[in-house]
């Protein structure tokens, strides 16, 4: 049962790169969304999407695409990487339904540097 | 709007001490409530919930009550372990849009 699965675990990136995190979900969850960690900072929404073709912004959209074509899948991509975008980042999805007590899963981080 | 205020961290305990780390929150209408943990380079998973006022939830020894009318929802256990060192997260969800409002995250280090 592999629940929410991001890769890569690590990235180091030039200023100016651009990458694509992955993160898969075997679930079924329709929700699903993509934080970032920083020291200090707690967790931050990126962004999010309740279904496969619907995504909207977080708190801190800036600078981060997403898509969602299918249920399982949503990449973030980072067009052009700079060092503010250094983090980890978590996906996380849990259940639709519209309920407000849903658990949600999530996967393993992947810590990104950008120099 | 809606918020959760954790203690701030860190926190450091000997084995065996009584553990609590504080959340309060502001929200409107009636949230369902939880803590996370986050062990040393993993990501976070659930580690008890509570959806309506006067529910306890509890998990590894872990309790915490929802407290509606001091909008608390404190993180308890009885006697901690080396094992529970981690970072605790407090959050509520408070629609139906599923959005958790996080707190800040609370690093607790238990020493032998």
């Known amino acids: 049962n592999a629940g929410v699965t991001q890769t890569p675990k690590f990235q180091v990136l030039k200023t100016g790169q651009s990458m694509t995190l992955q993160c898969a979900q075997d679930m079924n969850h329709e929700y699903m969304s993509w934080y970032r960690q920083d020291p200090g900072m707690g967790l931050r929404l990126i962004h999010y999407s309740v279904g496969a073709g619907i995504t909207d912004q977080g708190e801190v959209p800036n600078g981060y695409n997403v898509s969602r074509s299918t249920t399982e899948d949503f990449p973030l991509r980072l067009l052009s990487a700079a060092p503010s975008q250094t983090s980890v980042y978590f996906c996380?999805?849990?259940?639709?339904?519209?309920?407000?007590?849903?658990?949600?899963?999530f996967g393993q981080g992947t810590r990104l540097t950008v120099v | 709007g809606n918020s959760v205020t954790q203690m701030e961290g860190p926190v450091t305990l000997s084995e065996e001490a009584f553990l609590t780390i504080n959340c309060t929150y502001t929200?409107?209408?009636?949230?369902?409530l939880f803590w996370y943990v986050q062990y040393p380079g993993e990501g976070l998973q659930l580690l008890l919930k509570?959806?309506?006022a006067d529910d306890k939830g509890s998990n590894k020894g872990f309790e915490a009550t929802y407290r509606k009318e001091t909008t608390s929802f404190h993180l308890e256990k009885g006697s901690a372990q080396v094992s529970d060192s981690a970072v605790y997260f407090c959050a509520l969800n408070a629609g139906n849009n599923r959005k958790l409002i996080w707190g800040l995250g609370t690093s607790l280090a238990v020493n032998p």
């Open positions: 509570a959806t309506k």
């Open positions: 996380a999805s849990s259940y639709s339904g519209g309920q407000s007590n849903t658990e949600a899963f």
């Open positions: 929200a409107t209408g009636y949230p369902s």
